[in-house]
């Protein structure tokens, strides 16, 4: 990845931002500070990080092709991972991660155990209410997936009367049988896909960024992609709800490293295509 990384480059507007940030924290009256002298309510979350010269994050390692350890017990590493990596390196700092479970990772935020999370972590209401985001940095859809011979197939709604195979508790099962398809309930990607190789089932219906690691992984022989949900969904970094100054930051950087192309190389290293935009 050393093609893309560039540490200690940190961009005019995450400099801009520090010093408005230190400058409001000095031009407030004595009147304005806590017991501890620091100005109450001031967002120090990216001054913080700067001063450190660390940007902790909470992921996960053990969700792969997101954040794993390459051979089970290798190094950390995943798309997130060097997303991770390289946004701390537009930040000037350096990257620290802290594996936490899924069911824990947002209360750890919360407790400030790390400054951020990337793990796949996806913008919805009930989040936005409850955390700071940067810009997303993974898009994708539903798709689904059928023989590269299927012609019958070509949209949701022709998948009414087809056989599909989806986990049942997954929202995707929600979307093949709302679509009109009897499901064959299964465990997960893995049987479904079987089944649809070994033309068991008509489709399964998934999200597309499974689909494209099923692909680079195996290159997915005999299978394509017959349609797409017009929905995206959006993934980001995720952080306290007063840390808005380091989400900024977070985004401004972001928007750099898409601009220089970091993003689709890191995208294509485990995806085969640019889930970045």
Not at 44 to 58: C, N, Q, R, Y
Not at 198 to 226: E, P, S
């Amino acid at each position: 990845m050393n093609t893309y990384m560039k540490r200690h480059l940190v961009s005019a507007t995450v400099l801009t931002i520090a010093a408005a940030v230190a400058l409001t924290g000095c031009s407030a009256s004595a009147g304005d500070s806590g017991s501890d002298g620091a100005t109450a309510g001031t967002d120090e979350s990216l001054s913080s990080v700067l001063e450190s010269g660390t940007l902790t994050i909470g992921t996960e390692g053990t969700y792969r092709p997101f954040s794993f350890h390459a051979d089970g017990s290798g190094g950390l590493t995943g798309y997130d991972v060097e997303v991770a990596r390289a946004v701390a390196d537009q930040l000037g700092v350096e990257a620290e991660f802290e594996e936490t479970q899924w069911d824990a990772i947002f209360a750890g935020l919360e407790a400030g155990r790390f400054d951020t999370i990337a793990n796949q972590v996806s913008i919805n209401p009930e989040r936005e209410e409850a955390y700071a985001f940067s810009t997303p940095y993974t898009y994708s859809t539903g798709v689904i997936v059928v023989p590269e011979d299927n012609t019958d197939i070509t949209s949701f709604k022709s998948l009414a009367g087809k056989t599909t195979a989806q986990s049942l508790t997954s929202n995707w099962n929600t979307l093949a049988t709302e679509s009109g398809a009897t499901v064959q309930g299964v465990e997960g990607w893995a049987q479904s896909v079987a089944l649809v190789e070994q033309g068991r089932v008509d489709a399964t219906v998934n999200d597309k960024l499974t689909y494209l690691d099923y692909k680079k992984q195996t290159g997915a022989a005999g299978l394509k992609i017959a349609a797409e949900t017009e929905e995206r969904s959006e993934s980001a970094f995720a952080f306290a709800p007063e840390g808005t100054a380091l989400a900024d930051a977070v985004s401004d950087a972001l928007a750099t490293l898409s601009e220089d192309g970091t993003l689709a190389a890191i995208s294509d290293t485990y995806f085969g295509a640019d889930v970045s935009q």
